[in-house]
């Protein structure tokens, strides 16, 4: 019995030396603590680069689908937007739309006036929110703004056409004179929406010869930018505090810049590579068109540019 109760006495006495002491306990809670908050910058920046990624190949096969209308329409681009009226087009169009019901998979239709934001397609930008952007109220300040993180979807032809997307096409509106427009004019941009206000008239802007875009208008695919993130029709000085054009940029990814105004996009280019550029250069060069003008060398915004 003396033997039996001396070795039970040595085991609980093991069991209480092999034990954590309170301040071992709090130094393991605190290299813990420590490891989490080196750990945590870096997972978060590894999300950040992977939407980054993600938002590039989304814009790749964006730019794959728009050569592919091309070659489907005898090299002509796509409008960008074309209002409802006149007689071409009475119900609209939308270009999201237009190539996701030819090219791209993506959710499509509206009900109750939203559109199917369900899964993952080439039209959502991961760093983006699941908010409806009304175009009519946009008044985003800067690339930054909460704004430029929304969605734009129309019903055009239809509602079950509808597709949302976070990027833009580059794009000017064509509306009252064509002389702004034109090949060579202020805003001759790649792309085309096609407003029918102010005097404009969509039927005679769409037949006439001089304001088509043609993949032949691009002369150097590798500068000419076609889309990127972004959720406006067109470049258009908004007034107000407003940055003008620039703010018409998504800058939504990595990290703010200019004291929380700008950050950076991907931008595609007609040849189908993407780059991710800063919005910076623009907001600080002005608030009109020739802010976009200011990156000739790696990035052209107007077709005059190349």
């Known amino acids: 019995m003396h033997f039996w109760s001396d070795r039970t006495a040595v085991v609980r006495a093991r069991a209480v030396r092999a034990g954590f002491t ?3 306990l709090l130094v393991v809670i605190g290299i813990i603590a420590l490891l989490i908050s080196i750990l945590l910058p870096a997972l978060s920046k590894a ?5 980054v990624a993600t938002c590039a190949s989304n814009l790749r096969q964006v730019g794959q689908a728009i050569v592919m209308y091309a070659d489907d329409n005898k090299g002509r681009l796509p409008p960008a937007v074309i209002n409802p009226g006149d007689t071409i087009y009475p119900t609209g169009w939308f270009w999201s739309n237009e190539l996701a019901r030819k090219y791209l998979p993506a959710p499509r239709g509206m009900k109750g006036g939203a559109p199917d934001l369900s899964g993952s397609n080439v039209f959502r930008c991961p760093s983006g929110v699941d908010d ?10 800067t690339p930054r703004d909460a704004q430029n993180q929304q969605y734009i979807a129309q019903p055009w032809p239809t509602p079950d056409d509808a597709v949302a997307t976070w990027y833009k096409l580059n794009s000017s509106t064509c509306e009252g004179t064509a002389a702004a427009v034109k090949l060579g004019g202020s805003s001759d941009t790649p792309f085309l929406w096609y407003n029918g206000k102010s005097g404009g008239d969509n039927d005679k802007y769409l037949r006439d010869s001089s304001l088509a875009r043609k993949m032949s208008n691009i002369r150097s695919a ?3 930018v076609a889309a990127m993130d972004g959720n406006a029709y067109n470049w258009n000085d908004i007034g107000g505090s407003s940055t003008g054009v ?5 800058g939504r990814h990595g990290q ?3 004291g929380g105004k700008d950050g950076f996009f991907n931008a595609l280019f007609f040849d189908t590579h993407v ?6 250069p623009y ?13 000739k060398a790696e990035a052209v915004f107007f077709l005059r540019d190349q």
């Open 22 to 24: 309170l301040v071992e």
């Open 246 to 250: 620039s703010a018409r940029i998504s």
């Open 47 to 51: 999300r950040a680069q992977a939407a």
């Open 222 to 224: 590798s500068r000419v």
């Open 275 to 280: 780059v991710l550029l800063p919005t910076e």
């Open 132 to 141: 409806p952007l009304g175009f009519s109220g946009f008044n985003a300040n």
């Open 256 to 258: 703010a810049q200019n």
């Open 283 to 295: 907001t600080k060069a002005g608030r009109g068109h020739d802010s976009l003008r200011v990156t």
